[in-house]
């Protein structure tokens, strides 16, 4: 299977032109759409977002996934970058959005993974971005309906089975070699 055909799948079928209204839209290559009837080609590029990894002595907050993709699995609070904005602006809008959160340090870049985000039948691929954030005592958190609770987990002791994610996984990972002491 080349990889067109293999982006075609990830798709909804039929697929419609946006700009001719013809059922023409096929995979040109591994990340474009081309009309087959008018030309028209579209780029379904990278998209970006931006998570926290909040630590606090020897554990770290999770938040639980309140709707699909992977529902109910572990994940970092965080969300998709929106046009025009910066990575971390984009970072403390979701973590006072999901967390009721407003962190008083500024985050520290810390390291990015690759993911796939299915939804409505698309798939999406990303770039995770993670920043940490170090706090010297719990902060309050009161979650919103994106997430179904959150956890403070201790940095020896992480369920990996509960983590839903590819992303979110290696970055837990990658914090624990970093931090190990
Ligand atoms: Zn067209």
């Known amino acids: 299977m080349t990889r ?8 909804p079928v039929p697929a419609w032109c946006p700009a001719c209204g013809r059922r023409k839209l096929e995979a040109d290559s591994e990340k474009s759409l081309r009309c087959r009837h008018c030309g028209f080609l579209y780029f379904h590029n990278v998209a970006v977002t931006s998570s926290a990894i909040i ?3 020897h554990t770290f907050l999770m938040v639980r996934r309140a709707h699909d993709p992977h529902k109910g699995t572990l994940d970092f609070p965080g969300g998709f970058i929106e046009t025009g904005e910066r990575a971390e602006q984009a970072l403390l809008r979701e973590l006072a959005e999901e967390l009721g959160y407003e962190a008083q340090v500024d985050p520290v870049y810390l390291c990015n993974f690759t993911n796939v985000y299915e939804y409505g039948g698309v798939h999406y691929h990303t770039l995770d971005l993670y920043f ?11 979650v919103d309906d994106d ?35």
């Open 4 to 11: 067109a055909e293999r982006f075609q799948q990830c798709l």
């Open 55 to 57: 630590e606090c002595g």
């Open 132 to 142: 940490l954030i170090s706090e010297q005592t719990r902060p309050e958190i009161r």
């Open 147 to 181: 997430v179904s609770g959150h956890e403070w987990i201790t940095r020896n002791a992480v369920p990996e089975d509960e983590i839903g994610f590819a992303s979110v996984r290696n970055a837990s990972r990658f914090y624990r070699r970093w931090r190990s002491d």
